[in-house]
């Protein structure tokens, strides 16, 4: 029978591997099926909208790309290094698995900006991306664009011309659009913030 650690290690390395190949497979079939800035209607309230984000969330651009992936490879290196302390001191379960969905996100961006402009190319509008070999693609290592895809429109209304700023402008409830490593993060940043604040603290101590 495996050991507690022992399971919990196994646990981590198996969220983190199915989460890299879902995140990974999700962005490479959007960018070799479609152009970018399709959006394809799957149900009212969910589409597939290919995006690519060149900086931080929401498309912010604030650092060097390369500075901005050094620090994202650093980050995720430290969480998983947190994770294994945790493992050794004996950790919850759900806590454990919220920390491996955050590092899986984090990772399944990195090979986004890490990999992508050596091995797609950035073909004019209508045309979708190529797989090339290493080196053949858009740009250099670090400086690859992250896939975005995930579209939930959940509502949308047309505010009363009445109100003051926003009135007579269409809204859209909720329309980021983001992928599989995004959803990982938000989730595991948003369990952790609802059922492990006092853990989180005291492991921080």
Not at 29 to 49: A, G, N, P, Q
Not at 56 to 71: S, V, Y
Not at 189 to 196: E, G, K, Q, Y
Request: glycine fraction near 8%; include cysteine; proline fraction near 4%.
């Amino acid at each position: 029978m495996l050991s507690r650690k022992r399971a919990q290690l196994i646990a981590v390395a198996a969220i983190f591997g199915c989460g890299i190949m879902l995140d990974q497979w999700s962005k490479i079939w959007v960018k070799t099926h479609m152009h970018l800035h399709e959006c394809r209607r799957i149900t009212d309230w969910f589409y597939i909208s290919f995006i690519e984000n060149n900086g931080m969330a929401f498309g912010i651009e604030l650092f060097d790309k390369l500075l901005l992936t050094g620090f994202r490879i650093i980050a995720t290196i430290a969480v998983a290094c947190y994770i294994v302390k945790l493992i050794r001191r004996g950790v919850h379960w759900g806590y454990l698995v919220c920390l491996a969905a955050i590092m899986t996100g984090a990772a399944g961006n990195i090979v986004d900006c890490m990999l992508y402009g050596m091995i797609f190319t950035d073909p004019p509008y209508p045309q979708v991306a190529e797989l090339v070999p290493l080196g053949q693609g858009y740009s250099t290592w670090f400086y690859g664009r992250v896939v975005d895809m995930l579209s939930f429109p959940i509502a949308e209304w047309d505010w009363p011309q009445w109100m003051p700023l926003v009135g007579g402008s269409h809204y859209v409830f909720f329309s980021y659009i983001f992928n599989v490593a995004d959803a990982f993060i938000s989730c595991g940043v948003i369990a952790l913030m609802l059922f492990f604040p006092k853990t989180l603290s005291r492991s921080l101590r």
